[in-house]
């Protein structure tokens, strides 16, 4: 599993500022590492995964990649991101 | 410099403190309660109902009011018999979230003109949902830790998830807020369930089989629910949402399979 303080191997990771997305269901410190899931339109950026439990989009401040640990607040997931046929998927980790 | 606010930079333990607080509870319903009296704004008009509309809506909130209640029982008895401090401090907020519900509910079903809620529920009540609330409190008076975080934080929460998501895309406007209020809640229960419960069954891996056993005998009931909920509702099967895809979602990744 990656260490998020660590230093990325391989490419530079692109680094993202978060703005606020409306999102309301964590504290106000929190909110704006998550926004809504918009539907089969919707799309995720590269610094961004759906959690699987309840497929609130997690946001992060850097590009993700697998082998990451990201937390779901809404839903108090740990999630680590796994290559799923060169898709990035979020899979929990208990 | 890390940013202190960054939640993914938390490490397992301080994550799982943050999150089973009343602190954290406090801030999170903040966003989608504070201005909302009984979880609607005061702006958001009433919708004009038909007879067979309203008479409908009356029947799906009699029966997430048994549900609620069914989880409010359930939820305020397991605390007595949690693993740890941070289970029961979790369960504390889930025992008020289970009560608020109940109460918005009977709110909007005296909005709807019903004198008498608790005749109006026994008359309407599904017979599969009562059979269902009746094997959970079973595992509750039974201090049965692993079936009850099962059925009620992993089974009946993804079905209300789901059915409460649905309904909240398709129903009047007074109703559609509340609804959306009470999904935000149940996220937290519903990953409680399946994060507390996944944990476990590392840990004893023996626990699995009678689970397993138990999800076979609940799922008939939850899937019947399910199903008269979606009629009562009007909702035809082809745009009925996916169950599938959040209950069933939840107990493969939990490793049980149909």
């Known amino acids: 599993m990656n ?14 500022d978060l703005e606020e997305t409306g999102f309301n269901e964590v504290p106000i410190r929190f909110r704006r590492f998550y926004r809504r899931w918009r539907g089969p339109g919707d799309a995720l950026a590269p610094n961004e995964a759906l959690c699987p439990v309840c497929k609130v989009v997690i946001r ?10 990201v937390y779901c607040m809404p839903c108090m997931s740990r999630l680590e991101l796994i290559d799923d046929n060169g898709m990035l998927v979020a899979k929990v980790l208990y | ?63 997430y009011c048994v549900g609620e209640t069914a989880a409010l029982d359930a939820s305020s008895g397991m605390i007595g018999f949690a693993p740890d401090r941070r289970a029961k401090i979790f369960l504390a907020t889930q025992v008020v979230d289970e009560g608020r519900h109940l109460e918005i509910l009977l709110h909007r079903l005296s909005q709807l003109g019903v004198a008498d809620p608790d005749a109006e529920i ?30 009620q934080n992993v089974i009946l929460e993804c ?55 138990i999800k076979r005998d609940l799922d008939g009931l939850v899937l019947n629910t399910f199903v008269e909920t979606m009629g009562e509702l009007g909702i035809p099967p082809s745009e009925q949402p996916d169950l599938a895809g959040d209950y069933l979602g939840a107990v493969a990744r939990l490793g049980f399979r149909t």
């Open chain 2, 122 to 151: 026994a008359a309407r009540a599904n017979r599969n949902l009562l059979t269902f609330r009746d094997r959970l409190l079973d595992f509750v008076n039974a201090s049965d830790w692993e079936a009850s975080v099962f059925a």
């Open chain 2, 159 to 213: 079905l209300e998830f789901t059915v409460f998501r649905h309904h909240s895309g398709t129903a009047d406007p007074v109703t559609a807020e509340l609804l959306r209020g009470i999904v935000s809640d149940e996220r937290r229960h519903m990953g409680f369930g399946e994060n507390d419960l996944g944990r476990r069954l590392i840990g004893a891996p023996h626990t699995h089989d009678r689970l397993h056993k």
């Open chain 1, 60 to 69: 992060s401040t850097r590009e993700l990649r697998a082998g990451d640990r």
């Open chain 2, 1 to 63: 410099m890390a940013n202190q606010d960054d939640p993914h930079l938390l490490g397992e333990a301080d994550f799982r403190n943050t999150v089973h607080s009343f602190e954290f509870w406090f801030e999170a319903v903040e966003g989608y309660l504070h201005g909302r009296p009984y979880g609607v704004s005061p702006h958001v008009a009433e919708a004009e109902l038909t007879d067979r509309q309203r008479d409908g809506l009356i029947t799906t909130l009699c029966n």
């Open chain 1, 3 to 16: 260490d998020p303080l660590q230093a990325p191997r391989g490419q530079p990771r692109q680094r993202f």
